[in-house]
């Protein structure tokens, strides 16, 4: 890569996108292009400024940062996505890697890991922060419940996804955000030993689970 790398900084809050530019402006190896309060502005602005690497915060008001990762790529945008987010729960973690996040750091980090994290981003390199991979190696390690037994919230996603309704559809129907759904399809697939939703569908009416 030539010339410095060029940064989408996106959050919801005024003060954390000014204290990220300012630290970055500090750097010559690094320019940011642009600024972005949430997921859908940051989709917009990704298309027009093509940087390099997108900062992205993911609980936002508007578009989260979870689903502003997946209309990324969607919309086939080669930016890479660095996740900076003060959550490190399999509920945020889980979504935003499945999504196309290529590394995810907590705002907690030292600067120097944070321009670590960027120039890793910026060559493809995935960076994750230690108790992010932590906690995605214990459940790669932890055997898959494939016998554990459905719970009552995951039946009704499955129920949902049978009708033929889209995570957002089924997200609406719960009262629960998108990424929510999301995780409970991992759980489903995990426990039914599926990967997929049609799968899914298919071994939930073997099962007896959704009716004959």
Do not use: C, W
């Not at 996108?17 to 949430?38: C, I, N, Y």
């Not at 960076?127 to 554990?148: E, F, H, K, Y």
């Not at 719970?151 to 995570?167: D, F, H, I, K, W």
């Amino acid at each position: 890569m030539t010339g410095p790398i060029k940064l989408l900084i996106v959050d919801d809050h005024p003060v954390v996108r000014d204290g990220l530019s300012a630290m970055f402006a500090r750097d010559p190896e690094f320019t940011v292009v642009g600024e972005a309060s949430d997921g859908a502005e940051a989709v917009r602005m990704a298309q027009t400024l093509a940087p390099d690497v997108i900062l992205m915060d993911l609980r936002m008001a508007g578009m989260d940062g979870v689903t502003a990762i997946g209309e990324l790529a969607r919309r086939e945008v080669p930016a890479r996505v660095l996740v900076l987010t003060t959550y490190d729960t399999d509920s945020h973690v889980l979504p935003a890697i499945e999504a196309g996040a290529t590394g995810y750091l907590l705002k907690d980090a030292p600067r120097e890991e944070l321009l670590r994290a960027v120039r890793s981003a910026a060559r493809g390199e995935v960076t994750l922060a230690p108790s992010v991979a932590a906690r995605l190696m214990s459940r790669l390690r932890a055997p898959a419940p494939t016998t554990g037994p459905l719970s009552q919230r995951e039946l009704e996603v499955l129920r949902l996804v049978a009708a033929g309704n889209t995570n957002r559809e089924a997200a609406a129907r719960l009262f629960i955000t998108e990424a929510t759904v999301k995780t409970h399809l991992i759980n489903i697939y995990a426990k039914l030993d599926v990967n997929d939703r049609a799968a899914a569908v298919a071994a939930g009416y073997d099962r007896g689970l959704l009716g004959s």
